[in-house]
Nanobody
Framework: QVQLVESGGGLVQAGGSLRLSCAGSGRTFSGYSMGWFRQAPGKEREFVATIRSYDLSSYYADSVKGRFTISRDNANNTIYLQMNSLKTEDTAVYFC??????????????????WGQGTQVTVSS
């Protein structure tokens, strides 16, 4: 059974940092783009960042560009999201996801086949 399990969420003050992890099991994610999405209360889930497998190229939502960094450790089937200079508007449940690599970066939910259960990130003012 394929599983993605997020960890590293929590409560942090504005301006602070957190690092999220997502561990995959049940299959190798070589050949899969890995992404992070988030869902704030009362809002739809939105794209945050993605990283391809074959060239490690990454792409970010404008709202997090320059503050967040996505990375992956293929040997350990794990991806990370380093979040710096956090803002209150970053408060959300963060989800990791896996979908087949493509020539275009995967920013849409339907491009992702596997999803984690999410981890809560709360940024206080």
């Amino acid at each position: 059974q394929v599983q993605l399990v997020e960890s590293g969420g929590g409560l942090v003050q504005a301006g602070g940092s957190l690092r999220l992890s997502c561990a995959g099991s049940g299959r190798t994610f070589s050949g899969y783009s890995m992404g992070w999405f988030r869902q704030a209360p009362g809002k739809e889930r939105e794209f945050v960042a993605t990283i391809r497998s074959y060239d490690l190229s990454s792409y970010y939502a404008d709202s997090v560009k320059g503050r967040f960094t996505i990375s992956r450790d293929n040997a350990n089937n794990t991806i990370y999201l380093q979040m710096n200079s956090l803002k209150t508007e970053d408060t959300a449940v963060y989800f990791c996801a896996a979908g087949i690599d493509g020539l275009v970066h995967r920013t849409q939910e339907h491009r992702y086949e596997y999803w984690g259960q999410g981890t809560q990130v709360t940024v206080s003012s």
